[in-house]
Structures are given as structure tokens and as C-alpha cells.
């Protein structure tokens, strides 16, 4: 009888996952199968929109660019929160410093992109008056550095925050007795402290790369995925081919496959990091 009152009381959670994201993403399928701008009449057209993904230059094009983009934002994310953490444990200006890295996270992500794109301007940017700004609104490169510290920016708070948590986890006298033994500072953090933080590397590690894969919104307000197309990631390219081109089931098929690349480079992650062990 009590596991049977327990189905009942979890039904109405499972009811509403299914209705906001499992019923949802069985529509997106449906639309993937077909030639669709959204105004006209549905065509059903099979696999063809996958099929015409994979030979898609576009889309590696913006896969290459996600790639380098996760891999130039999530190395100095994890390094960052690792020192900041550690940097500021235990001290007396710990709690208002961590407020004030967690801070960005909550301002709007409109007025946060407005307040970058005033500051890092090259031509009127109020930086541009005291120190050179590269001219990323014609270089590429640049503007792809200006996204990913953009986006460093406003999550390295998120990321201080859970690296923190999990070394107020660490038992004191596991470090302590380090001490008694000999052991360096650096010993102790390479042999006590770091494989301790393993599940907080891993779990941000994890949602980084989420992140990364599924970005949009910075691209869109900062660049619009140019100079060049040098922006353009798989978030904004699938926006632009449903919304700009009007191409809603291809962008559909687009929406499968990106949730596909990120279930698979998460879990290729989580294994790489328990081997690891």
C-alpha cells in the first residue's frame, strides 16, 4: 500500500513532465519529418532533413565553431572557479566577494549584453577611450573572444559557488593530517583536494559543455553571428535557418541532432572522468 500511494503522489510531477517536455520534444520529431516554413502546408518528406544535415557544409561550419568556442570557454571557466574557490575560502571577505561574482548571473541578459557592447565597442566603447579594443566587429577571432568572456563573465559566479560548496565538503582533518605528515600545500591539493573537487569538475565540466553546445542568446545580441559568419554556433544557426530562411522543419531535424551531440558529449565526459578514478 505505501508504494502504491507513493506512484499516486508522484503522479502529478511525471504528468506535467510529460506535458512540458516530453510531449514537446515528441512534436519536434513530427516536425522534423517534414518540409515546413510554418506558414504553408506541412509536407511530409521522411528522413530527408537528416539526411540533408549531414551534408550540409553550413552545419559543420557552425559545429566546428561551437567546438571552439566550448573548448576556449570551458578550460579557464573550471580553472577560474578552482582558484577563485579556492583562493577565498575560509577568508573574512569570502561571502561578499562570492556576491558579487554571483551578481552578473542575475542581472538580464539584455542589459548585460547592452552594457558589454557600450563598454567594448571600438569605435565609441567607453574602454575604447582609455586602452586600444581590438575591432572585433570585423575580426572573427576577436568577436569570439568577446562571447566567451562574455559568457565566462556571467557564470563564473555559478561556477565559484558549486566548486566552494564541495570544498566545504572536504574534511578539515584530511588536510591536517597532510600537514602532520610532511605533505606541501601542493602535495595536498594534488593528492587530497583535487580528486575530492572530482564531482564538482565534472558536474560543471558536464553543464558547461551544455551550455556551449546549446548557446544563442549572447551570440544573437552581441554579434548576430558574425563578422563573417565567425560566430555563427549550432544555437544561432539553428535559430536562423527556422526563423530567418524558414525553414521549420529542417531546423526541427537541427534541434534532434543538437540534443543528440550534447547527450553524447556529456556522457562521453562523465565516462572519461569515472575511468579516470
Do not use: C
Request: hydrophobic share 50%; no cysteine; glycine share 8%.
Amino acid at each position: 500500500m505505501g508504494r502504491r500511494s507513493a506512484y499516486w503522489f508522484a503522479l502529478p510531477a511525471v504528468g506535467f513532465l510529460g506535458l512540458f517536455l516530453l510531449y514537446p520534444f515528441l512534436d519536434v520529431l513530427r516536425f522534423s519529418t517534414w518540409d515546413w516554413s510554418g506558414l504553408s502546408e506541412p509536407r511530409p518528406i521522411g528522413l530527408e532533413n537528416y539526411r540533408d544535415i549531414l551534408q550540409d557544409p553550413d552545419f559543420y561550419k557552425s559545429l566546428r565553431i561551437t567546438l571552439v568556442f566550448g573548448a576556449m570557454t570551458l578550460a579557464p571557466f573550471i580553472l577560474l572557479s578552482i582558484l577563485l574557490a579556492l583562493a577565498l575560502d575560509g577568508q573574512p571577505y569570502e561571502r561578499p566577494v562570492k556576491a558579487l561574482l554571483f551578481l552578473p548571473g542575475l542581472v538580464t541578459l539584455g542589459g548585460a549584453t547592452v552594457a558589454w557592447y557600450t563598454l567594448f565597442s571600438p569605435e565609441y566603447g567607453a574602454l575604447a577611450s582609455l586602452v586600444p579594443v581590438p575591432r572585433w566587429d570585423q575580426s572573427p577571432f576577436w568577436a569570439l573572444v568577446l562571447v566567451t568572456l562574455f559568457t565566462i563573465w556571467r557564470h563564473i559566479g555559478y561556477g565559484v559557488l558549486v566548486v566552494s560548496a564541495r570544498l566545504k565538503a572536504i574534511p578539515k582533518t584530511l588536510l591536517e593530517a597532510a600537514a602532520v605528515d610532511g605533505a606541501s600545500p601542493a602535495q595536498t591539493f594534488r593528492f587530497i583536494t583535487l580528486p575530492l573537487l572530482r564531482p564538482a569538475i565534472t558536474y560543471l565540466l558536464v553543464i558547461g559543455t551544455v551550455l556551449s553546445l546549446q548557446s544563442y542568446t549572447a551570440v544573437f545580441l552581441l554579434t548576430r553571428g558574425g563578422p563573417f559568419g565567425g560566430t555563427e554556433v549550432l544555437g544561432y544557426y539553428l535559430y536562423k535557418t527556422g526563423f530567418e530562411v524558414g525553414r521549420l522543419g529542417y531546423a526541427a531535424a537541427l534541434t534532434v541532432v543538437i540534443l543528440l551531440l550534447t547527450l553524447f558529449f556529456a556522457a562521453a565526459q562523465v565516462r572519461l572522468l569515472r575511468e579516470e578514478k
